[in-house]
């Protein structure tokens, strides 16, 4: 598959909760053809989040999240999620008839979201999004959403009230924020700040099995549900 940018990706399909999936074929196989697209003059750009295909991955918080998700009702719910990847998590969503938005801003979302929703015939709407800076573009074009959420999002040391008034900002009186999370280092920071803006979490796990784990043992993801 040729990338937006010029160089090419290896792929593979996994089957997972019921959808056939493509992704990357092996991550570190994808950064190293990047570097080598760049030269070493310019490695920096091989790390920059809107070259490196991190996204292309079905991350364990991704399924977790998915897990989840299949627990509730969400047909009647308008839902975002932010920094979708591959959007597992919308896949669900949109099979379960909730109306689900996905959004995320590397440029080759789009190529592997037209696979996937193309072999599992599971159709929703896509937006070019970069949620840290363009919350209120987002909010002013699509208004609030009844659940908004996440996978693996905190793995900056951004300021995490801004993150938090970011999250908050999309979201409708009386919706739900949802993140998954494997355990980074700032989410105790976050979770600071959404209580300081009023939200309290009820914290929950699900546990990925081991076929899904790049480590070959079952993972534990962390639910964190704010409202």
Known sequence: MKS???FHYHIKKTCILNFEMTSLFDLD???DTLCEFFGDGDQD???AEEYCPYFGVLWEAGIGLSQYLLGMN????????IGCGLALPSFVISKMGGDVLATDFHADVPLFLEINQRENQVFFPYKVMNWRNET???RGDLGQFDLV???DILYESQHPLQVAK???ALLKPG?????SDPGRAYIQKFITAMNDCGHREKLSSETVLAKYSPKNCNRDIFIFEFS
Not at 175 to 179: E, N, P, R
């Open 4 to 6: 937006n940018h010029g």
């Open 149 to 151: 959420i996440g996978s």
């Open 166 to 168: 970011a999250l908050i």
């Open 136 to 138: 209120d573009r987002m």
């Open 74 to 81: 969400v047909s009647d719910k308008r839902v975002l999620e």
């Open 29 to 31: 196989q994808s950064i």
């Open 175 to 179: 919706g739900k924020i949802i993140l």
């Open 45 to 47: 750009n091989s790390l």
